[in-house]
């Protein structure tokens, strides 16, 4: 395996995590359970877990949520170990990695949220048509190696017949900062982004929205919360409320307007205005973004498995039965 996640079995620090997004501490919180959530990243790619919080979904679960940006998969992880964190938000990869390198206490995941990626391609330029051949020779920039955005673009062109080794794919701009890199620099003719950066450059005449990363890999299992198989052995109860919460999450989004949805989770994204939020959101229910349920199907895991042997991440299989429950998303069901 080319990613090495050994640094998620040795790191035991203590993260400074500075970016505490979204608490769900409405009222007197003295009867709630306490749980710190570790995100890979807050973005209105999730907008169903920020309508279970300004709906108070997990406080009528009984939770008192602490939500976390961790900015990354192996900060997630890393929090995960250390004990800052109780229940981890990214994608499943990670989890095999750190299954993989045999660690015991590894992680499980017990609910999926999103079932396409997230991500957009934008052009530097604007075309009547695009094709996916249209990258050789090109300069696009991507993701870290071993993530799953960079793992599904590189699906997609080989899906389309393209050797990834034909574009010169820059991984070495820190996810986040990619966008602002597309602007300050013309060395680059594409970037992958997901929102709201690829509205944003939109919108600012800097870039043109040209493809969906989920429409064209199809359906993947692109994010799904886990928690350490030894919390999850002695908190059943939480994990199961917190499971409940997503699912309301969830059936909100799917049963509501882009308009509706924006008003709920316009306290997280105070930056963007509601226009924005609108059109982002639309954008994601167009390509049926969010899952029905939270269940993790075997399927799906098989198909992760598949892109990471493709993307030359994974030398052995894991077992479906070890790193994912459906229990508490079935339990979940209205």
Known sequence: ??????????????????????????????????????????????APMYVAIEKGYFKEEGIDLTLVNSAGADNVMTALISGEADIG?????????VYAQGQEDYMVNFAQLTQRAGNFLVAR??????????????????????????????????????????????????????????????????????????????QEGEGYVIASLGEASGYVPYTAYCAQKSYMEANAEIIQKFTNAIQK???????????????????????????????????YQAQDTWKGDTVFEESS???????????????????????????FSEAALP
């Open 1 to 46: 395996m080319k990613k090495k996640f050994s640094l998620f079995l040795v790191l035991v620090l203590v993260l400074a995590f500075s970016q505490v997004t979204g608490c769900q501490n409405k009222g007197d919180a003295s009867d709630l359970t306490p749980v710190t959530l570790s995100e890979v990243a807050h973005s209105i790619f999730y």
């Open 301 to 327: 895991f098989t198909l992760l498995q598949n892109i990471l042997e493709e993307a030359g991440e994974l030398t052995e299989r894991v077992p479906y039965q070890d790193l994912v429950t459906t229990k």
């Open 125 to 202: 330029e604007n075309a009547e048509s695009f094709d996916w051949a249209d990258l050789r020779g090109k300069s696009v920039l991507g993701g870290r190696a071993g993530g799953m955005p960079q793992m599904v673009f590189e699906y997609i062109l080989k899906k389309n017949g393209i050797d990834p080794s034909e574009i010169q794919i820059d991984q070495s701009i820190a996810f986040g900062n990619t966008a602002a890199a597309f602007i300050g620099s013309d060395a680059y003719d594409y970037t992958v982004e997901f929102e709201p950066f690829a509205t944003s450059l939109e």
């Open 89 to 97: 938000f990214m994608g499943s990869e990670a989890s095999i990695y």
């Open 249 to 283: 999450g969830l059936d909100y989004v799917n049963s509501h307007s882009a308009e509706e949805i924006a008003k709920e989770i316009q306290p997280q994204f105070a930056e963007t205005s509601e226009e924005a939020l609108i059109a982002i959101i639309s954008r």
